[in-house]
Structures are given as structure tokens and as C-alpha cells.
């Protein structure tokens, strides 16, 4: 298994612990989860960006509309 350290504020380290004791795990258990949960969502979300501009900026950044689209009403 690999090895990844992090640094982390004492702030940033005191919420991390207070969410792992809310979810009845370490510290350590708790970043895995963070880290495998974002790496879930970004391979999902990663080939649906359907708008196309030269500014990635831009592009992360802009709001499109994604799933079915709602029928009109009459």
C-alpha cells in the first residue's frame, strides 16, 4: 500500500477528528474515506464537460445544466 503524508493545521486537524468520531472511525480511517470519496466523484464527473471554451477557468467554473431535461407543461 502506498505511503501519502499530510500536513495539516491544527484547525483543520480538530474537525477531521470530530467527523471521524461522529462516523466511528480513526483519523487515519477518515482521510482514506475523504480521499477515496473525491477520487470517486472526479472519475464520475470526468468526461460530461459538454461546454467547450479555450479558458479552463471558465469552464470549471461555469454552471450548464446536466441530466433529463424537464418536459413543459401545457
Known sequence: MP???IFLDEKVKKIIEKR???NLLTLREQA????RQ??????I???ISTL????RLVELFSRHKKGK???KKR
Not at 482514506?32 to 480521499?35: F, R, S, W
Not at 467547450?52 to 479558458?55: E, F, G, Y
Open 20 to 22: 471521524a468520531k461522529k
Open 69 to 71: 431535461k424537464k418536459r
Open 52 to 55: 467547450k471554451t479555450d479558458d
Open 32 to 35: 482514506e474515506e475523504i480521499l
Open 3 to 5: 505511503t501519502i503524508s
Open 38 to 43: 473525491s477520487a470517486i466523484r472526479t472519475k
Open 45 to 47: 464527473g470526468a468526461g
